[in-house]
C-alpha cells in the first residue's frame, strides 16, 4: 500500500494523534487499534508517508521491544530527542521502559 491519504492511512493518523505526551504505543498496537487489515508493517510505511511538516506524533510509536526502529541516521536520534523532550527516556540496552510508558487506550 503506498496511498498515504487512503483510509487505512487516514485511521492509522487517527490512532497515532490519540497517543499522549509521555507515551508510546508499540507499531502491533497502533495497526490492532486502527482495525481492519492494517499491519505493523502498514503503519511504518504510513508513518515513514508523512511529511516533515506533520502534526502527527509519529515519533511516539516504536517496536514491540520498546525500541526505536529508525536507524540514527535516518530519524532515530530526532526521535530519541523528541520523545526524551516528552520525559520518555531509553533505559539499558536503549529501550524504553515499556511498563512505565506504553499507552493503554481506554475501551470505548
Not at 27 to 48: D, E, F, I, K, S
Request: aromatic share 6%.
Amino acid at each position: 500500500m503506498t496511498n498515504h491519504s487512503g483510509p487505512a492511512y487516514s485511521s492509522i493518523y487517527a490512532v497515532v494523534r490519540r497517543i499522549p505526551r509521555g507515551r508510546v504505543g508499540t507499531y502491533g498496537q497502533v495497526a490492532a487499534l486502527a482495525g481492519g487489515p492494517v499491519t505493523a508493517r502498514q503503519v511504518g510505511y504510513a508513518l515513514h508517508a508523512l511529511p516533515g511538516s506533520t502534526t502527527v506524533p509519529w515519533h511516539r510509536v516504536v517496536n514491540r521491544q520498546g525500541r526505536i526502529s529508525l536507524p540514527p541516521e535516518s530519524g532515530g536520534i530526532e526521535q530519541q530527542l523528541r520523545l526524551a523532550g516528552e520525559g520518555v527516556h531509553t533505559g539499558p540496552g536503549g529501550r524504553i521502559p515499556l511498563a512505565r510508558h506504553l499507552w493503554r487506550p481506554r475501551r470505548s
